[in-house]
């Protein structure tokens, strides 16, 4: 509002309660324009063709291969089924890892990083949370990073490597992406059965 009031009075044009008017309509369309670019239209036609971040919106399978042994058996896990739910906007990325004995991993930050040549790479450092009955035993609450490259246009498939504070490591690769987004292993999974 002060912005507005400088350039009217910078312009010579005196002012008045009515230059008021237009200024909280103008803010509003403005606000509702963004939020609606920000939540949906930059996916769809024709702002798609001008907007260079990939929609990997929905819930896709994942199988994870791991080096963490569990430390009663000393045996490697793998490869692991997972279900990772994304949710996006044009500014803002959320990722949640969900496993059938119910250990969830979700995201503390992310980036993304758009190569010249149209190349996506998703960064993210995340905190993974083991079931209850499992973190005594079997792992505790961790943090990792990972590193994954978005393939195809649209994007269809998603690989990458991950690391964690455990001093474990493994490769990741999502594939078969629905629009749904679950908040379960158990229902992403139900989704996909007949």
Same mark, same amino acid.
């Given at each position: 509002?002060?912005?507005?009031?400088?350039?009217?009075?910078?312009?010579?044009?005196?002012?008045?309660?009515?230059?008021?008017?237009?200024?909280?309509?103008?803010?509003?369309?403005?606000?509702?324009?963004? !939020?609606?670019?920000? &939540?949906?239209?930059?996916?769809?036609?024709?702002?798609?063709?001008? +907007?260079?971040?990939? %929609?990997? &919106? #929905?819930?896709?399978?994942? +199988?994870?291969?791991?080096?963490?042994?569990?430390?009663?058996?000393?045996?490697?896990?793998?490869?692991?089924?997972?279900?990772?739910?994304?949710?996006?906007? @044009?500014?803002?990325?959320?990722?949640?890892?969900?496993?059938?004995?119910?250990?969830?991993?979700?995201?503390?930050?992310?980036?993304?990083?758009?190569?010249?040549?149209?190349?996506?790479?998703?960064? #993210?450092?995340?905190? #993974?949370?083991? &079931?209850?009955?499992?973190?005594? !035993? +079997?792992?505790?609450?961790?943090? #990792?990073?990972?590193?994954?490259k978005a393939i195809?246009?649209?994007?269809?498939?998603?690989?990458?490597?991950?690391?964690?504070?455990? &001093?474990?490591?493994?490769?990741?690769?999502? @594939? %078969?992406?629905r629009p749904e987004?679950?908040?379960?292993?158990?229902?992403?999974?139900?989704?996909?059965?007949?």
């Open positions: 509002m002060i912005t507005w009031g400088v350039f009217l009075w910078a312009l010579g044009i005196p002012l008045t309660w009515d230059h008021a008017k237009p200024y909280s309509l103008t803010l509003a369309v403005l606000t509702g324009g963004w !939020k609606a670019f920000d &939540n949906y239209l930059w996916r769809t036609w024709p702002c798609k063709k001008f +907007v260079r971040v990939p %929609d990997i &919106n #929905g819930t896709w399978r994942a +199988v994870l291969q791991t080096s963490y042994e569990d430390p009663q058996t000393c045996e490697r896990k793998g490869p692991i089924d997972a279900y990772i739910a994304v949710r996006q906007t @044009f500014t803002s990325l959320s990722i949640r890892l969900m496993t059938v004995d119910g250990h969830e991993s979700s995201l503390v930050a992310s980036s993304l990083d758009i190569q010249r040549d149209g190349t996506t790479y998703i960064y #993210g450092v995340y905190q #993974g949370v083991p &079931n209850i009955l499992d973190r005594s !035993k +079997v792992s505790a609450i961790h943090y #990792g990073s990972f590193k994954y195809g246009t649209p994007v269809t498939h998603i690989a990458g490597h991950y690391w964690t504070d455990r &001093n474990t490591s493994g490769s990741i690769h999502l @594939f %078969d992406p987004r679950f908040d379960s292993f158990a229902s992403a999974k139900a989704a996909r059965e007949p």
